[in-house]
């Protein structure tokens, strides 16, 4: 097995965690979660951005728009709750998450939005769950290398591939940390 001395990054809004390649987990294994909100005295709240599932909003909301996109797993704690990300920084009550890449806002502007044409799957995503961690829990499994910290922007995470976007943001960080990206998926099997 091999160790990687924890990158210096200090996680903030808009930042990217990216798992460590070990990591066993339907949730976290080579996953990819987006910071939304980092607090030291109230925690860590982000989405896992590259976890698709097999379900459509329409299945989920009666008489939501048709949207041809797939939704993703947000992470384990309120699943049943949905989410977004989108570019639309005119929403009302969006969260500006970085440049060119908003949180929430009023569903009835993203129906309407569907409904013109103007949202799309590179523009918009909706997500089950979220991931959390209480103050200082983040920090602790940053030094226990079990995340590594990377920025990256709005068209990368709207764009790439969900199965190669974990492996691109790895290659990214450079150094020690490109052997995460040609990590087997496992590693017994070598």
Do not use: C
Not at 62 to 69: H, K, T
């Amino acid at each position: 097995m091999f160790v990687i001395k924890s990158n210096t990054t200090e996680p903030a809004e808009g930042q990217v965690l990216l798992a460590e390649p070990l990591l066993n987990n339907v949730h976290f294994g080579r996953s990819a979660i987006l910071l939304i909100e980092h607090n030291s005295t109230e925690g860590s709240f982000g989405i896992v951005i590259n976890k698709p599932i097999r379900t459509n909003i329409n299945q989920l909301i009666e008489d939501f728009p048709y949207f041809d996109a797939p939704m993703y797993i947000g992470g384990p704690v309120e699943e049943d709750r949905l989410f977004f990300l989108h570019t639309f920084g005119d929403i009302p009550e969006a969260i500006k998450v970085m440049d060119g890449l908003y949180f929430g806002g009023d569903l009835d502007v993203i129906k309407s939005l569907i409904i013109s044409g103007q949202a799309n799957r590179n523009n918009l995503r909706f997500f089950l769950g979220y991931s959390g961690w209480e103050p200082g829990q983040l920090k602790k499994e940053l030094q226990e290398n079990a995340w590594a910290v990377t920025d990256t922007d709005a068209a990368q995470i709207l764009t790439t591939p969900h199965k190669a976007l974990w492996q691109r943001l790895s290659r990214k960080l450079g150094g020690k940390y490109q052997y995460w990206s040609m990590f087997p998926r496992n590693p017994r099997l070598n």
